[in-house]
């Protein structure tokens, strides 16, 4: 984004497209919560969970590379908040990403063109499997890493 921060991006890294009517959506109470966008910013764009790309998304993407090689074409459906989509772009992938939630179409396209580092408090609203204040509000910093890096990694 520019300098500001506030500025649209010179080139926007998620498209929206508009559907026909005909087309059918998913409703837009589907998989579509604030809570699940905190775990999944949490997930995927913190660096406290690292482990879960190292164990999750980076066997994929070796096994892609035994399969496909870089500039072919991938299509990633259910892709959420783009980690792994951004990921595959920067494997030289051309990559198309779809999510069939508004809300995380929404955020994803905040964290991909707009979003500065910001703190976040992703498990503040769970009260069961966190065994003390600590984890409960345990504060992260997304995007981490920044969509740029991530782009360039």
């Not at 908040?81 to 990403?97: D, I, K, P």
């Not at 503040?124 to 740029?148: G, M």
């Amino acid at each position: 984004s520019g300098p500001s921060g506030m500025e649209p991006p010179r080139r926007p890294v998620v498209e929206f497209r508009e559907l026909d009517h005909a087309t059918p959506t998913l409703p837009s109470t589907s998989y579509g919560s604030i809570a699940q966008v905190l775990l999944h910013l949490f997930r995927d764009w913190s660096s406290q969970c690292d482990h879960v790309f190292a164990s999750t998304y980076a066997p994929a993407i070796a096994e892609l590379r035994k399969l496909l090689p870089p500039g072919g074409e991938v299509l990633v459906p259910g892709a959420g908040l783009c980690r792994l989509a951004v990921a595959l772009a920067a494997e030289g992938y051309r990559v198309e990403a779809n999510e069939g939630s508004r809300l995380f179409l929404t955020v994803a396209d905040y964290v991909l063109n707009r979003a500065p580092a910001w703190k976040l408090y992703p498990l503040a609203h769970v009260f069961s499997e966190n065994y003390s204040h600590e984890q409960q509000y345990l504060e992260i910093c997304v995007p981490t890493p920044s969509v740029a890096e991530a782009a360039a990694a």
